[in-house]
DNA sequence: TTGTACGCGTTATCAA
DNA sequence: TTGATAACGCGTACAA
């Protein structure tokens, strides 16, 4: 049993809202027991319960951080940034996976509400929509990171997955490429339509066709394997370059191109989007649009913090950046 | 603020002791009003308050995790597994990076005690004598990965490093090779002097000598900087295989032969350690040692969860597996 | 300068 | 079958 302000006062013969007072520095008390008390705390090893304190303060000093899971690269570093600005804050953070399943999604969010935490972060859910019957009972600010939906309590932080698209897609054009394939990714709906349309923008906007066959959404089981599905069919359409929905996928489309004998980038470039840490150990390394992942985690907790300390707060869609390297080059005529 | 047991009792009409029995099901409750308040819970959006019931049973349902960085690979499954073992058993994780600062790490076991957690798992802490002066007034369980100490409420889930070392140098033996180097961490001394002993131990056995001058142990920035420091002084040395400390410090060392054309395994066999997901991706792809990383996350948590129902539990070392890739191959005379 | 009394939301005990 | 009361650990208004 963990020593308690009472413990103290019977041990100091006084009562315990003189302990409360003096080991919170209240000039109140005379300097002399202030000081008896706080060294007989530290020698009785006392530690305050942060459970009591919430229960009458009703504010936990915790936030919840729903992913789909801890696995994804990507999301690593969100919950790094995130994490270290809540720290920092004096904030501790429940971490929960969903694995992609609703149903944990929404068992989740019940338990986090249990818990009282103080506000609640989702990461890249695929279900947003589906649990808002319980978003409208909720009261405390939920922040989603690139994820934008509608509501009173929801606010977001995004990437801006059409601006990255086509800065990828510019690029590859520079490079004289242009039959260029984009793989997709179903069952990410909403950022894959954002980033197809970036793509699509890119070749439009320059005056070139978007020819629907160069555009590849299987329904592979992983984010790698479907990087290797379309390998032969856009090699055969004269493809000469693929920007991938993610870096996973893009590397899964090094790993064919390897198998195959098919030279990176003097046959075919490659451009991936996440910018996440394997896709530097790769040969070639692989050119990619880079998300401010760190960033990203850090601006969700300070604008979840920022709310619960009543500050307005304004969405923030961020911009991506093009990264070169190996995997990219001069289209070979 | 959250619906409470005596909102619910105001507009029952009836005593908050009646709807507490009545919502676990006491079937001291007639059914009647026992439906009646069930209902009425639901509707007024009634979730019991962790918090509340966590004051009077003293018991928090949550772990707190120590780590190092969320974004060291290695962790991350550990991480995985630990959070999956906790929700199936209803339990929350508080995670909390110490960024291998000691005081940090102090720091953080401190807000974990405040918020009463009813045990703590640390990961690969690099300080772990240091807060022994903290541990002797913990009176929870603490359940230590990668990182035996001796203490009353201290108990380890490991991986045999000795033994992936041998498995590693072992198999480099077999291939021909018999001026094996060795890239040590010097910043991890205790798995780093393990997995030495384990790779000394299978040279000796084997009948060869082992020659200090192949066994490397920079101070570099980062693990992947590691690798590529020695390649110049072993290939003078005559060294044809090289077993790395973790696998971060294999793929350096990849790059690096990348950078000197030299070509791997032909001119030189690489092993790693950990099997981290990256290891896959490289060119030519790792062969190492597989560390079970989601089964030690898992089987941490579970001996977490037994001491806290009060079960006697056994320290374990989990045995390593060689994961034979492309990056060893015969020693070429 | 210090102490008493009450409340935070819940459960357990005892009484009705 | 239900209700009043106390307790968990802490902070605070009010009293002494």
Chains 1, 2 share one sequence.
């Not at 020698?43 to 504010?59: D, E, F, I, K, N």
């Not at 009261?139 to 509501?151: K, M």
């Amino acid at each position: 049993m963990p020593v308690t302000i009472k413990d103290i006062a019977k041990t100091a013969g006084v009562s315990h809202t003189t302990v409360s007072r003096a080991l919170k520095g209240n000039p109140a008390i005379s300097l002399e027991t202030r000081e008896r008390i706080q060294q007989l705390a530290r020698h009785m090893g006392y530690v305050p319960s942060a459970v009591a304190q919430s229960l009458l303060s009703r504010r936990t000093q915790t936030i919840g951080m729903v992913i789909t899971t801890i696995a994804d690269p990507f999301i690593v570093q969100v919950v790094e940034g995130a994490e270290q600005t809540a720290q920092e804050a004096g904030y501790s953070v429940f971490l929960s996976s969903s694995h992609n399943s609703p149903d944990r999604e929404m068992a989740v969010v019940e338990t986090f509400r249990r818990r009282r935490v103080d506000a609640i972060i989702v990461t890249s859910s695929r279900v947003g929509s589906l649990y808002s019957s319980q978003l409208d009972q909720i009261e405390i600010p939920v922040v989603l990171i690139n994820n934008q939906e509608e509501g009173e309590y929801l606010h977001s932080v995004a990437v801006d997955d059409l601006q990255g698209a086509r800065l990828a897609v510019e690029y590859l054009l520079t490079l004289g490429h242009r039959r260029i394939g984009y793989i997709g990714a179903t069952d990410r709906p909403k950022s894959n339509g954002r980033r197809l349309a970036g793509y699509r923008a890119a070749l439009t906007q320059c005056g070139h066709i978007c020819d629907p066959a160069l555009v590849l959404s299987s329904a592979a089981d992983s984010d790698i394997e479907r990087g290797g599905v379309g390998l032969e069919s856009f090699l055969a359409a004269g493809v000469t370059a693929v920007f991938c929905y993610n870096d996973l996928t893009a590397i899964g489309l090094l790993l064919a191109c390897h198998q195959h004998r098919v030279a990176v980038p003097q046959e075919l470039s490659v451009v991936g989007f996440d910018d996440i840490d394997p896709a530097l150990y790769t040969t070639p390394s692989l050119t990619t649009i880079r998300q401010p992942r760190l960033k990203l985690g850090q601006l969700a907790m300070t604008m979840t913090l920022d709310l619960l300390k009543g500050q307005e707060t304004q969405d923030q869609i961020l911009p991506c950046e093009l990264i070169l390297r190996e995997s990219t080059s001069q289209r070979i005529p």
